[in-house]
Each structure stands twice: as C-alpha cells, then as structure tokens.
C-alpha cells in the first residue's frame, strides 16, 4: 500500500496538474486572475493540432498494426454502450427524469479532448511509449454516444418531442476535425513534416498545456461555484464514480486486446472522462428540453477536476499492474 501511495504523489507532482489545481484553488477563493478568451481558443487550437500531429507521426513511424482496427472497434463499442449503464446509475442515484438523464448519460460515453492530451502528456513526462493510434481512437469515440443518449431519450420519455442532429455538424465539429485532420497530416509528412514544425508542435506543448489547464481549472472552479445548487449528493456521486466504472470498461477491452500499459491507459481514459465541448452542443438542438446546467456542471465540474487530479495517476497505476 505505501508504494501505491508513492506512485499516485509520484504521478500527481508533474506540472501539468498541479496548475489545474492551482486554477481550482484561484476560483475558490474568487481571485480575479483569468485566460483572455482568445488566448484560450488559440491554445485549444494549438494542443488539438500537436497532438494530432504527432500521433500521426508515430504511426508512420511504427506503421499500421493489427491491434489498431481492434481498438478502434473497442472504442466506439464503448463510446455506444457506456451511455446505458450510465442512464441505468443515474436512475439508481439521482431523481433525474428521462430526458435530462440521457442528455447526462451521453456525455459520459463521449470523450474529454483536454483530458486525453493531459493523459498523454503524463506519458511522456513519465518516459512510457503509447500507440500513435490511439488520437484516431479518441476521434472515433465522440459520435457514438450521443447517437445512445438520442435513442434512450426516445425510448424512456415517451415523447416524440426528441430533435435530431444533423450528421454533417456531428463529423464537421471542429475539435474533431483538426484533431484527425493533423493526425493524417502527421502520418503523410512523416520525419520530414516533424523536423520542419517541431519547435512549434514538441518544445511549446507542455508550457502552453500548463497555461490551458490553469483556464480549465478556473472554469471548472466556478462552474461548481455558479452551478452547485444543482448538485444533489446523488449527482455529485455520480460524478465520480462513473470515470471510475468507465475506466475498468476500458481497461478490460485494453488488457483483452493486448495494448501496451501506456496506450491501455489512454483507452482507461477516454472511457472514463466525460465530453463538455461536443456533446453539450448536440444535446442543446437534440434535447433542448435538458438542463445544461446539470450535464455541463457534472462533466466540467465534478468529473473533468477528479479525472484530472486524481483519476490519472490512478489509471495510470492500474494500467501498469497489468503489465
């Protein structure tokens, strides 16, 4: 047990999350230090584009693997079927009707960009290789379960008051694209494209991450604050035991496959983080009648922090005891 303990600190004292934690603690105390709006779309831009490129760039240089079309399959299988078990929990725990539990529930089987690319950069700080492929696994996860969370609306409330969402905005949602379309850029232009835009795209990253992630924390700090009447004790347990579900799904698929630990816990984490970007913006024209402030305060305020924070190094223990 000690040596979990100094794993998980191990993991926890990296630069990345302890300016989130810093952003945090600035919300709570109501400090007036805040990100220019523009400076954050640009850094959103430019990690969505590094990231991309580079696993691109990794999988030219390792080549296309059997396991990839695996995997692939294996995330958009839970991208679909996470949102069930997540309405059956909500059900269970909370009072929610519905229509507003399936707006929650679809979240939860989609995917957190930020997180992945903090993941990521975790595994590389912590000197442990993952699959390149694993950028075009996360692109993949983020359609799948907001078709759930649609289905389930209209099978549970009995109404036929469930709008539709037109597949183009689905495939045409910018962090998508940028993310895969610089994953195929990374993969044509191989070593010569990386040796051209590296001192943009590997230098920068993890000072221009630890600036991101301190406007993150300042958001999710005062979502909470703004938000925390909505957060019954039910929802709040939710919150934090539904990444923790999420991540054992995607262990298991990982460890049946056969991944190595770095890029089994990338699959932990995007089973277990929980969308705030895509998702809310389908769900606003697909169930309009959901509360934005419940699926926007559960994913940014209680599971985006605790995965972050906490849920991190505690996948990234698991995944190495498998290996």
């Not at 047990?1 to 630069?15: E, K």
């Not at 679809?106 to 975790?122: C, D, K, M, N, Q």
């Not at 990444?243 to 770095?262: C, E, F, V, Y």
């Not at 890029?263 to 389908?282: E, G, K, Q, W």
């Amino acid at each position: 047990m000690p040596a979990f303990f100094d794993t998980l600190v191990g993991n926890l004292m990296v630069p990345t999350i302890l300016f989130f934690v810093l952003g945090l603690i600035a919300a709570f105390v109501r400090s007036d230090l805040s990100i220019p709006e523009g400076a954050a779309k640009f850094m959103s831009l430019y990690l969505l584009l590094a990231i991309g490129f580079k696993g691109g760039n990794s999988l030219a240089q390792h080549g296309l693997q059997g396991d990839l079309a695996l995997t692939i399959l294996a995330g958009l299988l839970l991208s679909f079927l996470i949102p069930f078990l997540a309405f059956a929990l909500l059900r269970i725990l909370t009072r929610l009707d519905p229509v507003n539990a399936a707006a929650v529930a679809g979240h939860y089987g989609s995917i957190s960009i930020v997180t992945f690319v903090a993941a990521s950069s975790l595994l590389e700080l912590s000197g442990i290789t993952f699959d390149g492929y694993m950028v075009a696994v996360a692109a993949s996860m983020e359609v799948p379960a907001i078709l759930s969370a649609l289905w389930i609306a209209h099978r549970y409330s009995g109404s036929q008051d469930t709008g539709r969402v037109p597949m183009r905005e689905l495939f045409a949602n910018g962090s998508v694209l940028l993310l895969t379309g610089a994953f195929v850029i990374g993969a044509l232009t191989q070593d010569k494209g990386m040796q051209m835009i590296a001192p943009f795209v590997v230098t920068p990253f993890t000072g221009i991450l630890c600036l991101f992630l301190l406007d993150m924390g300042l958001n999710a700090g005062r979502s909470i604050l703004n938000n925390r009447h909505m957060l019954t004790p039910g929802l709040f347990c939710f919150g934090l035991l539904m990444p923790m579900i999420g991540a054992s799904l995607g262990w298991t698929a990982g460890a049946m496959i056969g991944l190595q630990t770095g890029s089994v816990f990338l699959l932990m984490v995007l089973s277990a983080s929980a969308s705030y970007i895509a998702v809310p913006a389908a769900m606003r024209i697909a169930l309009p009648k959901a509360e934005s402030g419940i699926y926007l305060t559960l994913s940014l305020g209680v599971t985006f922090p605790f995965n972050i924070t906490l849920g991190l190094p505690l996948y990234l223990w698991l995944a190495g005891l498998g290996s």
